[in-house]
């Protein structure tokens, strides 16, 4: 039976007292197997279930609900998704066209604004003579 930390004091880390047992019981099992692996195990050792308790009132463990999860899986395959039309449009011929097109229509803008502003220039050198 558990007495501290007390279940009011467990609450305000978790949504509801049956994540507590389920969070409780897989870092129990996660501690178990440590100490299992250990060579030598101290059988006056807080139990594994002490100790992740101890761990959650602590604040060193928490959880993560499955629908947060869900999400940031789905948003780095919608990511990898776009990155691979990327890589493909860039292969695409039409696009490596158009885009060499757009390059060149830039150009040609850039080199009429350095004319527009030479031309400037020479008209206010001449007015100041």
Do not use: C
Not at 4 to 25: C, F, Q
């Amino acid at each position: 039976m558990m007495i501290k930390p007390g279940i009011t004091e467990l609450s305000r880390y978790v949504d509801s007292r049956y994540t507590l047992v389920t969070m409780a019981a897989k870092r129990a099992r996660m501690i178990s197997e440590e100490q299992s692996k250990e060579e030598v195990h101290d059988p006056k050792e807080e139990k594994p279930v002490t100790v992740a308790v101890n761990e959650i009132a602590n604040g060193k463990v928490g959880y993560v609900r499955s629908e947060a999860i869900r999400k940031a899986r789905e948003w780095e395959k919608e990511k990898a998704e776009a990155m691979s039309n990327l890589a493909e449009a860039e292969n695409n011929p039409f696009y490596m066209a158009a885009a060499e097109e757009v390059g060149a229509v830039a150009d040609e803008l850039k080199d009429i604004a350095l004319d527009t502003d030479e031309a400037a220039k020479t008209a206010e050198d001449s007015d100041a003579e």
